[in-house]
């Protein structure tokens, strides 16, 4: 049995500026303190969080972007993951849907859903209020 979630956050930038915090690797280092990029092309890799997370991007688009999900915690042999992201302009800023499937156990899923919050979009968010609104 797989284990699936499905967040939606709302940013306080537009739906491009959200892609760019997303793949930059020079505004992944602003916003979460770590290293990490995104090779913004089908195929392409992706590190997060000093090598902490690691995958190939699935797709990529003006407002969307999926990758596969792998971390250093996992037992070996462990399948990815998947993360869609969905940007929707919206109240001045950015809707962003993520759906981030295939957790093989239920208390990854749950761990997962607060780290989402707690390491990825409010950092996010406090780095737009604080240095992107000018």
Known sequence: MNYDL????????????????????????????????????????????????????????????AYT?????????????????LLKKQDGGTLVSVSHTGFVTEEEMKSHRSGWTDYFFDPMEDYIMIFEQN
């Open 69 to 85: 999900w792998s971390t250093t915690d996992w037992a070996e042999g462990t399948p990815p993951t998947e993360v869609h992201y």
């Open 6 to 65: 499905k967040l939606e956050f709302q940013l306080s930038a537009p739906p491009e500026k959200v892609l760019q915090l997303l793949t930059d690797a020079v505004l992944i280092r602003k916003w979460s303190g770590s290293e990490g990029s995104v090779d913004n092309k089908e195929g392409g890799a992706v590190t997060m969080f000093d090598g902490w997370a690691t995958g190939r991007v699935l797709k990529t688009g003006t407002n969307e972007l």
